[in-house]
């Protein structure tokens, strides 16, 4: 394995959608506010591990994910926008927690801040087009993340419960199977469904849970979208629904996801998976 930690590869899977999506979509994304996210996001996750002292390190990957994740979804005409976003991000985790675990999903709390808290804050869903080899990248990049930590269960159940309500009313509406296509090619759908909604430190423990959370989510997400036209409604549906992680993990107990070195000289990365068994990731 090229990386000892899984997360190693989501950095840079994300790292390079921004490179993709500079390249060829033509973005107006100004390389200065990624800096500055990326900055306020390392910054606040310090601060927080100081004045916490839980972290004799602070994480540094998690940081960099949810600032790489914002970089790609969020657009904003102003630099203090970033930091509300960034900054507002990272805190959710310290803040907004239930026994040890947080239950927002930072970089959809940083954005849904933004949105919320300032003027000038803009999320494009379709940003990407409906290009197949889009969507071709995202499968196989975010299906070797998932694979490793066991999250398809979330991103399966998303997907085919969104696409399976979406076909039901492309049927009542006598359309054609072009517009239903046209609906579900979006690659800011599927960057959500295999990089966000299936954050393992925010999401329920259980399988059964996971698995019913996703389906809450596609069917919030496609009244949202349909009868309330909010083309944000993947992001909005998620923030709503974050808190149900907490019922779920009461009604449907299982171990909390964790990472775990099991052998720092070898760079394994070991799973603890809600499931309670142990996928090791060996190196190259």
């Not at 940081?63 to 900054?87: E, K, N, P, Q, Y």
């Not at 107990?253 to 998976?273: I, M, T």
Request: aromatic share 16%.
């Amino acid at each position: 394995m090229l990386f000892k930690d899984i997360r190693d590869y989501q950095i840079s899977f994300l790292g390079l959608f921004l490179v993709v999506g500079i390249g060829t979509r033509d973005w107006t994304l100004r390389p200065e506010l990624i800096g500055i996210l990326i900055a306020t996001c390392l910054l606040t996750q310090w601060i927080f591990s100081w004045v916490t002292g839980k972290e004799q390190i602070p994480n540094i990957r998690s940081a960099l994910i949810t600032s790489l994740g914002l970089g790609l979804l969020l657009r904003a005409d102003h630099w203090t926008t970033m930091v509300i976003a960034a900054a507002s991000a990272i805190t959710s985790k310290f803040l907004f927690k239930f026994g040890n675990k947080h239950f927002f999903n930072p970089g959809n709390f940083g954005i849904i801040s933004a949105l919320v808290l300032t003027s000038d804050a803009w999320v494009s869903p379709g940003q990407w087009g409906e290009e197949w080899w889009y969507a071709l990248l995202f499968a196989g990049t975010g299906g070797m993340t998932l694979q490793r930590i066991g999250r398809w269960d979330t991103t399966a159940a998303f997907l085919g419960a969104y696409s399976l309500l979406e076909a039901i009313r492309n049927l009542w509406l006598g359309w054609t199977w072009d517009v239903y296509w046209h609906r579900l090619m979006s690659g800011s759908l599927l960057l959500f469904a295999l990089f966000m909604i299936t954050d393992p430190r925010s999401i329920p423990n259980s399988r059964i849970g996971r698995v019913v959370w996703a389906f809450c989510i596609a069917g919030l997400t496609f009244i949202l979208r349909n009868y309330f036209f909010v083309s944000t409604a993947v992001f909005w549906a998620l923030f709503a629904l974050a808190p149900l992680t907490i019922l779920l993990d009461v009604l449907w107990l299982a171990p909390r996801f964790s990472w775990q070195q099991k052998d720092e000289g070898a760079g394994e990365a070991v799973l603890e998976q809600g499931e309670n068994f142990l996928l090791n990731t060996p190196h190259s």
